[in-house]
């Protein structure tokens, strides 16, 4: 697995080069997987776990089909989305549910525009609790967790 290592080298800002793609907040490696975690536009985090060729969801038809608990449950399972040529296929979460609030200072301190926009706006999610950084790499080591004792 090395679909977060161009990203990691390089010190990306963004996922990938397009100018919708959300920012990086954290990724790392736990277990021996790879996990990211990314700051959306629209000021929620979302968090990401890769899957390699040889693990036995990677042949699985959609997110439906994964048993794992994880925030609001898993609302993405395809392959990645970097820049980077990996085939690895990712599990993951976004904290864009009910009663997940939007973190406008973090959005603020990586893209000021944005975040004045996403202030002005409503998008139904502006109360709650804001789902922070920590909280999210925690959900991706628990998403880990439960593949490293088959969960799945």
């Not at 954290?26 to 060729?53: D, F, M, N, P």
């Not at 608990?69 to 980077?84: A, I």
Request: glycine letters at 8%; proline letters at 2%; one cysteine or more.
């Amino acid at each position: 697995m090395t679909c977060i290592v161009k990203l990691e080298k390089n010190k990306a800002k963004r996922v990938n080069s397009k100018d919708y793609s959300p920012y990086v907040d954290a990724l790392g490696e736990y277990k021996g997987y790879e996990y990211l975690v990314v700051l959306t536009k629209r000021g929620h985090r979302c968090g990401y776990v890769a899957i390699s060729e040889d693990h036995p969801l990677y042949n699985k038809k959609d997110e439906s089909d994964i048993n794992i608990d994880m925030h609001g449950g898993c609302t993405f399972f395809n392959y990645q989305f970097t820049d980077s040529n990996c085939t690895d296929k990712w599990i993951g979460f976004d904290c864009a549910h009910l009663y997940d609030a939007k973190d406008i200072d973090a959005l603020r301190d990586v893209d000021p525009t944005a975040a004045d926009i996403v202030e002005e706006a409503s998008y139904g999610f502006d109360e709650g609790l804001i789902r922070t950084n920590d909280y999210c790499v925690e959900q991706c080591k628990g998403i880990i967790d439960q593949l490293v004792l088959g969960r799945g």
